[in-house]
């Protein structure tokens, strides 16, 4: 027997051995164990689950996680169980982070892995992977992010085996001899469906579209407005893709031409990513595809990183802005609702990169058109997502503001310009009053 063929039996051996079932992988966590589970369709939802039912017998346990799928232990009486730290809310942690039975860790998504490093234990790790291939490598699939670092520092790493999760290329590999446990799953990966496009989104996609020029590196976060972007982007040539979110809409772009990473100054011919959410569609694209790369956040989100392509192009969303460009993309007021997420990373990432753009884009109202989303400042609570020394452009539906190197009274005019004009008058009144104009 030669020597490959006998080490992949080796692997073989010791996958059998390490499989278990999700009751016996949660029965390792101990009271005051802390863990940590990846962003999204990282999450081991089998070993998530079977460590909720269990949560009664379990007391001071921390959850350490950038965004969650389960609701199992997002209940008022889990805290003193099971306390989840969430370093960016989703549906299923919003709630018990803004009514105080979670918390919330502040941060840039590109340092979360030395949060991690440097301030947080980890007993446990747990994270879903492709199938373990003939070397006993598997890969983190869909969620790399700090999924590396997790599994690098936590004393016991739980698996949870899919054989839907595509095998991706990048720096994403775990090895079947740093694993203690191992679950297989044959439930559906996570799928994100994909909205429809509103005329407010079509409209500001087109003016964005228009400002941007072949060969761009595009950032793009989800919904309604970067789809509309990629329909728009069909027919540009000689895109690159620097990512930190991989989408559906980007699949398009990648199938159509107009996506070929033929300009990059690094990772040329590839399109990067740290995590990928959206339809069947976009597992199956990613599955063994060499022009894809998944990297951890660390490199892929680090603003210097990001600049050294040309042209780079981020647009992420916003809840709020005000006449100094101020943006508040995570909080009602005081109230937490996502988090900071990679926007201040790939906003300062596209302000670094020779002939860099960062857009900025919101709908110009809420509430039905009853109230104004540029407003003269900030509600009072609200957390500055992006700040007024790093905002580039600004867009609604009524147009594009040009901030970055303009004075204070050149933005407030330049904002009230593409706010709802049901408000404009209002806010030229309040800009007075303080005197910015």
Known sequence: MNSVK????????????????????????????????????????????????????????VVNQQHHLCPDYFTEDSAPHIKVNAWFTSHVSRQAVQEGWADFVPNYFHE?????????????????????????????????????????????VVLQVSPQAPRTHGNCHIHISEVSHIIECHEPLQELSIPPISPVEEAIGGYLSELIEDGSCLQLGWGGIPNSICKALLNKKDLGIHTELLSDGMVDLMLSGAVNNSKKKTHRGKTIATFALGTKRLYEFMHENPQIEMHPVDYVNYPHNIGKNDKVVSINATLQVDLLGQCCSESFGHLQYSGTGGQADFVRGSNISNGGKGFITLPSTAKDGAVSRIVPTLTSGASITTGKNDVDYVATEYGVAKLRGQTARQRALNLINIAHPDFREELMAAARKMNRI
């Open 6 to 61: 006998k080490a992949k039996q080796n692997y073989e051996a010791e996958y059998r051995q390490k499989l278990c079932t999700p009751e016996e992988a949660a029965s390792v966590v101990k009271s005051g164990d802390h863990l940590c589970f990846p962003i999204s369709c990282g999450e081991p939802t089998l070993f998530v689950r079977a460590l909720a039912k269990r949560k009664r017998e379990l007391e001071g346990v």
């Open 112 to 156: 979360v892995p030395k949060l991690l490093r440097e301030y947080w234990p980890i007993d446990v790790a747990g994270t879903v992977v492709s199938p373990m291939d003939e070397h006993g490598y598997f890969t983190c699939s869909l969620s790399v992010a700090y999924t590396m670092e997790a599994v690098k520092k936590a004393k016991k």
